[in-house]
Each structure stands twice: as C-alpha cells, then as structure tokens.
C-alpha cells in the first residue's frame, strides 16, 4: 500500500521539471491500478516549511508547530482537571493517551518533552497500563 510519497533534489526545480515528475508518478500509480489524491499534493520549495508523513523535515525531522502546540495544550488540560475527576476512566485514558503523545515528542523534541513529562509525573497517576500479552503468557504458564 502507497501512504505517502516524497521526491527531493539538492537543485532548484523549474516548473517544467516539476509537472514531468508529478506526470510521472501519476503514470506509475495508475499502473498499479491506483490514483494520486490531488488535494493532498503539496510542492515545498527551498526555504518553505517541508513536511513529510506529518513531519518537518527541512534541517533534521521535528514535529510541526501546530502538533507541539496541541500536545503542550493536552497536557495543561490534564493539569487542569479538577481533583474529583482525577479517578475517573475518562481521566485514565487522557492521561495515557496525552502521556503517549510526550513519547513520541521526546524522538524529536527531547528538552519539551522532559518538560512535559515532568509535569505528567506531578499528577496522580492512574493505575499502571497491564500489558495483555504478558498476563496471557503468564495464564498459559509460558
């Protein structure tokens, strides 16, 4: 299955050379028996925000300003849920949830995340997640 395809050049593309690689790949698609989704094509040219598979990805990989912002968000959400809701399963599945989305901040964003996560670790946390598979393993006596 094509998710996402991404072409780059060290040089500057002419527009002539552009609409031949987009033909191109429209071409090789379509031998597939598949079909590009037009209104997802992006062209970034140097100096604009390049994003690959939801990535930054212009100098080193980095999530985009809007993605830290909704995460930064989220978190400050959790912070400020009152203390009744604290136990309740909808607090538990935020907090994993949002605590998952710090993970995958930390591969790109190491110091945010740490700021994140310290605040994380500030709340009462719910029980710890059971890992399925282990407790099967464990009935099965494996």
Do not use: F
Request: glycine share 4%; aromatic share 4%; net charge positive.
């Amino acid at each position: 299955m094509i998710d996402d395809i991404t072409c780059s050049s060290e040089a500057d593309i002419s527009t002539e050379l552009t609409t031949y690689i987009i033909t191109a790949l429209h071409a090789m698609v379509h031998r597939k028996g598949l079909r590009l989704n037009g209104g997802k094509q992006t062209i970034a040219r140097a100096g604009e925000r390049q994003v690959t598979t939801k990535l930054v990805v212009n100098v080193k990989t980095a999530l985009t300003t809007e993605q830290r912002s909704a995460i930064r968000a989220a978190v400050q959400k959790l912070r400020n849920t009152p203390e009744a809701a604290r136990t309740t399963e909808r607090y538990e599945k935020n907090y994993w949830q949002i605590s998952g989305r710090v993970a995958y901040l930390r591969q790109h964003h190491p110091n945010e995340a740490a700021q994140l996560r310290s605040i994380l670790r500030s709340l009462p946390s719910p029980k710890p997640r059971r890992n399925k598979n282990a407790v099967q393993s464990v009935q099965r006596g494996c």
